[in-house]
């Protein structure tokens, strides 16, 4: 399969205006949902100073409940578009559904497959014929083999710039854990596949005090970047505060990272 690192040995680096995602340590990093032009700048500009080149953001949200906050849309595209050439980063959102492709891939520079999506099998498809890199993220229980063929379907259908993303798988204990941190698929991944593999400890963690030992253990077993998510006021945001760094956390989780990723 096209994904097998036996078919393609070497470790495939994708490039974009401002990254080189499998060289080196990505940090993709931003608010989880966009909520307004100017909390994003403020978060966009802390993280772009201590080395993010990515800006995460959701404008389309994948909600357990369909009376929660869904996103802001097609407005929330503009002010992502807008502040990541400002500050000279790479825009990262969320697209839910086949019909939205068309319109975020006007905005986006990665398309970002949530958890959620894993194998939604027809999004996969249309992402494959789309240009721009994809970020998929693991299934909460997808098997590696499962991922890697999700994966797989993006590449087939010729879009073979893919990015990798242990995210948490569900377990027994999700009082204390958002999600189970798979820190063994980290390498289990990169020995099966040459596309790059980066963690979420966000969304594993779930509390933002267990944020940064999941995301340096994920370092410490080879992860080639970390995904984090942040608010300027944790205890207000829109979607998934409690698991959200301020800027001073993330400040320290960097350094903490980089140290680590030297060592490996
Ligand atoms: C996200 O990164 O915004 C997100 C919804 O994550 P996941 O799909 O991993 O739950």
Redesign the pocket.
Known sequence: IRVSRELHPENTVITTAHSHIGEGLTIMAGP?AIESEAHLREIGTAVRDLGATIL?G?SY??RTSPYSFQGVGEAGLAIHRKVADELNMDMMT?VLDTRDVALVGQYTDIF?V???NMQNFALLKALGQQAKPVLL?RG?SATLDEYLFAAEYIAAFGNPNIILME?GIRGFDAKYTRNVFDVAAVPVLQSMTHLPVLV?SS?AAGKAKFVEPLALAGIAAGAQGY?V?LHNEPAKALVDGDQALTTVQFAQLVQQAQAIYDIV
Do not use: F, L, V
């Open positions: 989880d995460r959701g949200k994948p969320e970002q949530g958890a959620r993220k909460m995210r979420d969304h995904m998510e």
